[in-house]
Every structure is written in structure tokens, then in C-alpha cells.
């Protein structure tokens, strides 16, 4: 079990906006900025995401994030079948001295 | 460009030792802390260790901790997990990953270099 919260799975269709939900705690998500990784299995996961709503140069501005208390967001507007991998968020942990990652998100464009 | 090429990765049985490494180019290796991270199969990313860009400050999670040990040679820009008392949960592929600094000398908090993964499968 995760550290951090998110939905196992989320879906949409080319062309919407799909937004994926990030749940902690005050030790992690409530005090420190959470950073969210690109992930297709096998290969070399991707920054996407840093410092809660910052984008590496080169990410389009369709990926935006935000985080509210112990809560954060990863939204993706104008969907596109290559935005089709895993999600997942991350954050250090202050009680746990550690590095604490979601589950992952599996989105699919229908 | 960046490259960070995990090898050392196999087939190894409970209880055995392994090591993998992590070669780094295209960037200031010695200026960088460094990560592993892991996925076991069906599984999501998981932290394992983490090191200071000279060695000097080390930290693990509470899964490996006693039997994982990170490490790096600057002056061959490589990171290495010695890992002893293997476990089968510790089957996954593993990846490196880089972490910068800011002018302050702090860690800006985010891995913004990954490698693709060396697979380590503990099985009898």
C-alpha cells in the first residue's frame, strides 16, 4: 500500500481534459512539493511535473499540475492516444526520511 | 545527450548477492545526487536509496535497509546497489535516476534524470 493515493486507473477521449487526484498526508504532500513522473513500463519514466505545478522544458503546456493541503492534481487537457502510460505522483516524506511515490495511474484514451 | 545505462542485472537465488551499477554521460555526474528506484512486476515505482553527490550522506527505505548499500565513483561516473540477503520481493527492474542542486548547494527535489532499468529476478 502506498504512501500516497491515487486512482488505479482513469480514462477519457481525444481532445478532453482528464484530471488525476494525488492523496497524502502533513508529513508529505502537506509540507513538501510533489512532483509527478511519466511512466510507460520498461522504459525510462519522465519528469512531467516539478515543484507542484512546474513543467521541464519540453513538456507541453496541455500537462498542468496544482496541489491544495495534503492533496495534489495532475491535469491533461486535450487528450492524446500517446498520453496513454502510467502516472504517478511523488513527494519526500518528513516522519518517514524518505521518498514516497502513488501507486500509479493507468490512463486510457478511449 | 544524457544517458544513465543500468547493468548488472539476473537471475540470482534467495539469500545471494548482487550488484548493479548505473553509467552516467552528458552531464555533471559528481554534481548530482543519484537514486535508485524500482518496479517490481504488476507493480507501481518505489524508492530504494539515495546518495549525496560526494558520497558523504546516504539513505535507504525501510525495505532494504541492512541489506542494500549505495554507492558511486565520481572519477568514472558510476552508481552502484550492492544488494545482499535478496528477497523475491526484491524482483523488479531497477532504475537510476539524477537529482541537481540548486547555486545554495541544496537539492532541487525532483529526479529529473532516469534510466530504463537493469532487471534483477530472485528466484530459486
Known amino acids: 500500500q502506498s504512501v500516497l493515493t491515487q486512482p488505479p486507473s482513469a480514462s477519457g477521449t481525444p481532445g478532453q481534459r482528464v484530471a488525476i487526484s494525488c492523496s497524502g498526508s502533513?508529513?508529505?504532500?502537506?509540507?513538501?512539493?510533489v512532483n509527478w513522473y511519466q511512466h510507460l513500463p520498461g522504459t525510462a519514466p519522465k519528469l512531467l511535473i516539478y515543484?507542484?505545478?512546474q513543467r521541464p522544458s519540453g513538456v507541453p503546456d496541455r500537462f498542468s499540475g496544482s496541489k491544495s493541503g495534503t492533496s495534489a492534481s495532475l491535469a491533461i487537457s486535450g487528450l492524446q492516444s500517446e498520453d496513454e502510460v502510467d502516472y504517478y505522483c511523488?513527494?519526500?516524506?518528513?516522519?518517514?526520511?524518505?521518498?514516497?511515490f502513488g501507486g500509479g495511474t493507468k490512463l486510457t484514451v478511449l | 545527450q544524457v544517458q544513465l545505462v543500468e547493468s548488472g542485472g539476473g537471475v540470482v537465488q534467495p539469500g545471494g548477492s548482487l550488484r548493479v551499477s548505473c553509467a552516467a554521460s552528458?552531464?555533471?555526474?559528481?554534481?548530482?545526487?543519484m537514486h535508485w528506484v524500482r518496479q517490481a512486476p504488476g507493480k507501481g515505482l518505489e524508492w530504494v536509496a539515495s546518495i549525496r553527490y560526494d558520497g558523504s550522506v546516504t539513505f535507504y527505505a525501510d525495505s532494504v535497509k541492512g541489506r542494500f548499500t549505495i554507492s558511486r565513483d565520481n572519477s568514472k561516473n558510476t552508481l552502484f546497489l550492492q544488494m545482499s540477503s535478496l528477497r523475491a520481493e526484491d524482483t523488479a527492474l531497477y532504475h537510476c535516476?539524477?537529482?541537481?542542486?540548486?547555486?545554495?548547494?541544496?537539492?532541487?527535489?525532483?529526479?529529473?534524470?532516469w534510466g530504463q532499468g537493469t532487471l534483477v529476478i530472485v528466484s530459486s
Open positions: 502533513s508529513s508529505n504532500i502537506g509540507r513538501k512539493p
Open positions: 552528458g552531464f555533471a555526474f559528481s554534481g548530482y545526487a
Open positions: 511523488a513527494a519526500w516524506d518528513d516522519s518517514l526520511n524518505a521518498w514516497v
Open positions: 515543484r507542484n505545478n
Open positions: 535516476a539524477g537529482e541537481n542542486y540548486d547555486n545554495s548547494g541544496y537539492p532541487l527535489g525532483y529526479f529529473d534524470y
